[in-house]
């Protein structure tokens, strides 16, 4: 078996100083420190463009440094993505492009020549049709799926000795990331290697491995797993390469027609074609509020690009296209009023910037901001979040017991 370790670090736009440089000393540098001492670790890498900035400019630069070196050095594989952490397949086709284009722009002015990604990170392991068709039309090789997009499945038995065509779009290739390992590598539950090892029994030993977890997973989520980390590169009982490797290795001769989902689907809300629940769930009154203002900026903004403070007003909204304050909206499990109402404000404020709108447009972008934020510090005063929050962990837990270690 190949082990191929990708990991996706980003920080919402604007991100608190005190937070990110906590977030750089106790997880970034330590991953970086332990690819260094291990000359034969690999990891295939997506840094969102947002989190490039922040650290160029925020006194962090030598994250970006490092990362270069270790680029050059064949142990980081750059893939591409969208700037702001966008969730892809419910935003119109120009702001996928535009998101995908400045996440491009950006890393390749501040990583140079090695930034040369083949590779592309889906937002949240967000897969459509719609945003795979134009991933394959800039010219982007392959992407990596959840296991749920293969029938809908949790457990399922992949063969993972071959790489497979996506059905429709071609020549785009596509991984699977085997949801068992990275669920318990992302929610803290491996404490030694042995639990890692422990979590491949039933997988299929002639192929490849593919786990898809944050970086900051190890060392800031949760401290002492980046040393489980660095024993697993020590040992050296599991093969490493990046994904663009394995195409050395395995034959590309799958075929696979694949659904919608994301890191986090499960198979209950597969059935009922409720793929992105985290994200827009059905019938949500602060999901549905949030999406009816991100429509209606995304349509407004672009409709004045005339006006004098359109550059202004574009920026924000490309920040408030960060796909948290929809995760943290829902409690289904997430919750977290603070972010809601920064992404509400900032979709309100890419319209309010504009010179030229007439007042009732602005006026109506200012109360949908009202509505969702008096909505999410209703449910948080009155506990319906909590009691929500809990409900769909119990669900989780249930869904899940299917991919233990057992």
């Not at 005190?18 to 106790?26: A, G, R």
């Not at 998101?99 to 990604?117: A, C, D, M, S």
């Not at 019938?283 to 949030?290: A, D, L, R, W």
Request: contains cysteine; hydrophobic residues 35%; positive net charge.
């Amino acid at each position: 078996m190949i082990w191929a370790n990708f990991l996706h670090i980003y920080q919402p736009p604007n991100q608190w100083q005190e937070i990110l440089d906590n977030v750089v000393k106790t997880s970034y540098i330590k991953i970086i420190e332990i690819l260094k001492k291990y000359p034969w670790a690999k990891v295939t890498l997506n840094i969102t463009a947002c989190l490039t900035e922040q650290l160029a400019k925020r006194g962090c630069s030598r994250v970006i440094e490092d990362l270069k070196k270790l680029a050059e050095r064949g142990q980081i594989e750059f893939v591409g993505s969208s700037k702001y952490h966008a969730f892809l397949p419910l935003l119109p086709k120009n702001e996928i492009e535009r998101q995908i284009k400045l996440n491009y722009r950006i890393n390749k002015f501040y990583f140079g020549k090695v930034y040369q990604p083949k590779g592309f990170h889906l937002p949240e392991l967000a897969y459509s049709k719609k945003v795979a068709k134009i991933i394959n039309k800039l010219g982007y090789s392959w992407i990596v799926v959840d296991e749920i997009c293969f029938k809908g499945k949790l457990g399922q038995k992949i063969d993972t000795s071959k790489i497979y065509n996506l059905e429709n779009c071609h020549p785009l290739k596509v991984f699977v990331r085997i949801r068992r390992p990275s669920y318990f590598f992302q929610n803290g539950l491996i404490k030694s290697p042995e639990d890692f090892y422990s979590c491949l029994k039933k997988i299929n030993k002639n192929g490849y491995l593919i786990t898809v977890v944050d970086g900051e997973v190890f060392g800031h989520h949760f401290p002492g797993m980046e040393e489980v980390l660095e024993k697993i590169y020590s040992e050296r009982k599991i093969e490493t390469k990046n994904v663009s490797e394995l195409f050395k290795i395995y034959p590309q001769n799958g075929k696979i027609k694949l659904f919608p989902g994301t890191w986090g689907t499960l198979e209950s809300e597969f059935k009922k074609k409720i793929y992105y629940a985290q994200w827009n769930y059905p019938n949500h009154p602060i999901h549905k509020k949030q999406w009816a203002l991100t429509y209606f900026a995304t349509e407004t903004v672009e409709k004045y690009k005339s006006d004098a403070n359109y550059k202004k007003a574009r920026k924000i909204l490309d920040m408030a296209l960060f796909s948290c304050h929809y995760w943290a909206g829902g409690a289904v499990p997430w919750w977290d009023p603070r972010l809601i109402e920064k992404g509400a404000r900032y979709l309100s404020q890419s319209i309010s910037l504009l010179k030229k709108i007439p007042k009732k447009i602005k006026e109506r972008a200012k109360e949908f901001y009202y509505q969702i934020v008096r909505k999410a510090f209703k449910w948080e005063e009155f506990g319906w979040a909590r009691k929500k929050s809990i409900n769909y962990t119990k669900k989780i837990v249930k869904e899940l017991k299917k991919i233990s270690f057992s």
